[in-house]
């Protein structure tokens, strides 16, 4: 399938993290949006064991173009070893909002 697209999520350990985390990466033009999702229950597996944290989400918009340097960027400022950073594909967005990230994203 292809998308120009994308709405990417990350999670963090704590809101000041996450937001100067979105201050970065909008300050940088690699998402021209990012809400910030307080209170997430996370249960994972790590290093062998069964996980529960309390989380903060980042769901962010931006272009596929731009995946590459938005993965960099996470990886340099996130405090965890293995930070989650998966994108799906906007297969239908409203014309003018698309247009949007285009502009907030050159």
């Known amino acids: 399938m292809d998308f120009d697209y994308c709405v990417v999520y990350c999670t963090c350990p704590s809101e000041p ?3 100067n985390l979105a201050k970065t990466l ?3 033009s690699l998402a021209a949006c990012i809400n910030i999702i307080p209170a997430v229950s ?3 597996m790590w290093e062998g064991a069964t996980t529960s944290e309390a989380e ?3 769901v962010m918009k931006t272009k596929k173009e731009k995946l590459h340097d938005l993965e960099l960027k996470i990886v340099a400022e996130h405090p965890y070893e293995c930070p989650e950073i998966i994108a799906m594909p906007i297969v239908f967005g409203n014309t003018a909002y698309l ?3 285009d502009d907030c994203t050159a």
């Open 56 to 58: 903060v989400m980042l």
């Open 17 to 19: 993290i996450a937001e």
């Open 42 to 44: 996370s249960h994972y």
């Open 26 to 28: 909008l300050g940088q």
């Open 99 to 101: 247009k949007w990230i």
